[in-house]
């Protein structure tokens, strides 16, 4: 058995405890708290299969602040915890029974199942390494010098050198369908203003922008005239 295996197996054991002590609780702070552990257990082991964008989540939303607000409501309504720590037991059995059909649906699912023993594939045990992933588009961008095309194979310019544009105003200028220079420069104030939605408090310089568009759409077409002359 893997260090993977064993590490899934125990977050699930983790969890299935946890779990279960929570719906078992009578006293309403401790059925959270164990909440929270369950939850935190569900974190490690979307981390443990490469998503640990999903794992923050489950920390920060469910863990956090939907515990907090249960924790918050238990506290304000004051609620008194009886002595005894379980349930009645004739509102355990149907619990107890139904969790025991679980088990066997279960067992038998696993039991047929030809690929429930098997061991996970080097695929399934290998994470997602997102940097190799991008500089290995990135070089294969190069060697195809197809780097700043967009799918549609237009080449689009970078706007951030401008005064005042950043990264938003650039996005905002690519979704309103302006990705170039020559584009950006047949433009109005006005119809800058209206894409970007800029506050009044820090509107950029939009006649700026379209005169140093102009200058750069200038500046190529002296170039691309200087090489067709030579």
Same mark, same amino acid.
């Given at each position: 058995? =893997? ?5 899934? #197996? ?8 946890? =779990? ?14 164990? /909440? ?12 443990? *299969? ?6 923050? /989540?489950?920390?920060?939303? #469910? ?5 907090? &607000? *249960? &924790? *918050? ?5 004051? !609620? ?23 088990? %066997? ?24 390494? &997102? ?12 060697? =195809?010098?197809? %780097? ?19 990264? !938003? ?42 005169? #140093?568009? =102009? ?16």
């Amino acid at each position: 058995m =893997t260090l993977f295996n064993i590490l899934f #197996y125990a977050i699930a054991a983790l969890i299935v405890v946890s =779990t279960g002590l929570a719906v078992t609780r009578r006293n309403l702070v401790h059925a959270v708290i164990y /909440l929270i552990i369950s939850f935190f257990g569900s974190a490690f082991l979307f981390y443990l *299969f490469g998503a640990p964008f999903l794992a923050a /989540l489950m920390v920060i939303v #469910y863990a956090g602040a939907i515990m907090i &607000l *249960f &924790l *918050f409501i238990i506290m304000m309504l004051r !609620v008194e915890t009886p002595e005894e720590q379980l349930f009645p037991a004739r509102q355990m059995w149907p619990a107890v029974a139904v969790a025991a059909g679980y088990l %066997v649906v279960g067992a038998l699912l696993a039991a047929h199942d030809p690929a429930a023993g098997a061991a996970l594939s080097p695929a399934q045990t290998e994470r997602v390494n &997102l940097e190799e992933i991008r500089a290995g588009a990135l070089s294969l961008a190069r060697e =195809t010098d197809s %780097v700043g095309h967009i799918w549609s194979g237009h080449q689009v310019d970078d706007f951030e050198p401008m005064e005042g544009i950043g990264r !938003v105003f650039e996005e905002r200028l690519y979704e309103a369908g302006i990705c170039t220079f020559e584009q950006l420069a047949s433009v109005t104030p006005e119809q800058l203003a209206e894409i970007c939605n800029a506050p009044e408090m820090s509107e950029p310089d939009y006649d700026g922008w379209i005169a #140093y568009a =102009t200058q750069v759409v200038a500046e190529r077409q002296q170039t691309i005239d200087a090489a067709a002359v030579g």
